[in-house]
């Protein structure tokens, strides 16, 4: 059996970062980004309520949405190279996975870490423990 995971992740991240500047999620904070040229789309610091400062939330949003997208992608690609050489994907890493994506179904239940990355992260559990168990 082939196993998938590396691409699954590079997948979720393409689309996560394309669907984060389509114009059904946040085109309209992204065009004023590059009318920055991406530059100082925030002012960082200086938004935080601590500060007396007012946050925009849907330009943070929109930024994390991208970036988290962006960074599943060289994720993805390292968990394919350990896939394609046959190292053991490590267990803590696939925990740790697991742990990250239920926190993110508990804090947003109605999203794609529900219906996509936590049956992934299942499944790469399971997988692991099934070649585990195979190869004693």
Same mark, same amino acid.
């Given at each position: ?31 004023? /980004? &590059?009318?920055?040229? %991406? #530059?100082?789309?925030?002012?960082? *610091?200086?938004?935080?309520?601590? $500060? ?7 330009? /943070? &949003?929109?930024?994390? %949405? #991208?970036?988290?997208?962006?960074? *599943?992608?060289?994720?993805?690609? $390292? ?13 803590? #890493? ?43």
């Amino acid at each position: 059996m082939k196993i998938v995971h590396g691409k699954i992740l590079i997948f979720f991240g393409v689309v996560h970062s394309l669907l984060g500047i389509s114009p059904w999620a946040f085109w309209k904070q992204f065009s004023g /980004f &590059a009318d920055k040229f %991406f #530059f100082k789309i925030s002012e960082g *610091l200086f938004e935080f309520p601590l $500060l007396d400062g007012q946050m925009n939330y849907e330009n /943070f &949003a929109a930024f994390w %949405f #991208f970036y988290f997208g962006l960074l *599943l992608i060289p994720m993805g690609i $390292l968990v394919n190279h350990a896939e394609k050489t046959n190292v053991q994907i490590p267990k803590n #890493f696939m925990l740790v996975y697991l742990i990250i994506v239920g926190i993110g179904v508990y804090m947003i239940p109605f999203s794609g870490m529900t219906f996509l990355m936590l049956p992934h992260a299942i499944y790469m559990l399971y997988n692991s423990n099934k070649i585990h168990n195979t190869s004693k």
